[in-house]
Antibody, heavy 123, light 111 residues
Framework: EVQLEESGGGLVQPGGSLRLSCAAS????????MSWVRQAPGKGLEWVANINQDGSEKYYVDSVKGRFTISRDNAKNSLYLQMNSLRAEDTAVYYC????????????????WGQGTPVTVSS | QPVLTQSSSASASLGSSVKLTCTLSSGHSSYIIAWHQQQPGKAPRYLMM???????NKGSGVPDRFSGSSSGADRYLTISNLQSEDEADYYC?????????FGGGTKLTVL
């Protein structure tokens, strides 16, 4: 059974940093692209970043470029999100997600979601 | 970059059927999308991947009551024999130029 378990969320002051972790089990992490997706309180889903199997490709939504870094350790079956210079608008539940390509290899979708970890940026 | 447009809300009676729509913006009508369900207070759940042709591929454990179809730029999620647990937010998703895009979501109320 595929399982994704996030940790590391919490309350942080504006300008502060947090590192989120995602422990993967039930599949070989090294075979999949992985993502972080967030959801602000009462709002919809927003993609944050994703990373390819060996970490050589990373993509980010514009609003977090230069502040957030996605990384992975396949040997530890773990995905990470380092968040620096946090702002109030980064307040959200952050979900770890597994990505899968469609048959053509053109489209990348989420096929499994973690339970999420909440991040609150406030003084 | 594609924009995915969804109605903000929908409602239907217990035991009936409902068809939710995700509309791709101009120039992107051929795109494949995915549908996700988010029940209140829970994490999202992948439902299916849906192609322009109407062919779809459901996730593990998704009931037969859920099906997909397409017409032009519109991608549909149909839920038959509505159950109380189908009351949820439904999001569509696509991928373009190394960017993931979500629709704004449709809140489905089961009456």
């Amino acid at each position: 059974e595929v399982q994704l378990e996030e940790s590391g969320g919490g309350l942080v002051q504006p300008g502060g940093s947090l590192r989120l972790s995602c422990a993967a089990s039930g599949f070989s992490l090294s075979s999949y692209w992985m993502s972080w997706v967030r959801q602000a309180p009462g709002k919809g889903l927003e993609w944050v970043a994703n990373i390819n199997q060996d970490g050589s490709e990373k993509y980010y939504v514009d609003s977090v470029k230069g502040r957030f870094t996605i990384s992975r350790d396949n040997a530890k079956n773990s995905l990470y999100l380092q968040m620096n210079s946090l702002r109030a608008e980064d307040t959200a539940v952050y979900y770890c997600a597994r990505d899968v390509w469609d048959g053509s290899g053109w489209y990348l979708f989420v096929d499994y979601w973690g339970q999420g970890t909440p991040v609150t940026v406030s003084s | 970059q594609p924009v995915l447009t969804q109605s903000s809300s929908a409602s239907a009676s217990l035991g009936s059927s409902v068809k939710l729509t995700c509309t791709l913006s101009s120039g992107h009508s051929s795109y494949i999308i995915a549908w996700h369900q988010q029940q209140p207070g829970k994490a999202p759940r992948y439902l299916m991947m849906l192609e322009r042709s109407g062919s779809y591929n459901k996730g593990s454990g998704v009931p037969d009551r859920f099906s997909g179809s397409s017409s032009g730029a519109d991608r549909y999620l149909t839920i038959s024999n509505l159950q109380s647990e189908d009351e949820a937010d439904y999001y569509c998703e696509t991928w373009h130029s190394n960017t993931r895009v979500f629709g704004g979501g449709t809140k489905l109320t089961v009456l």
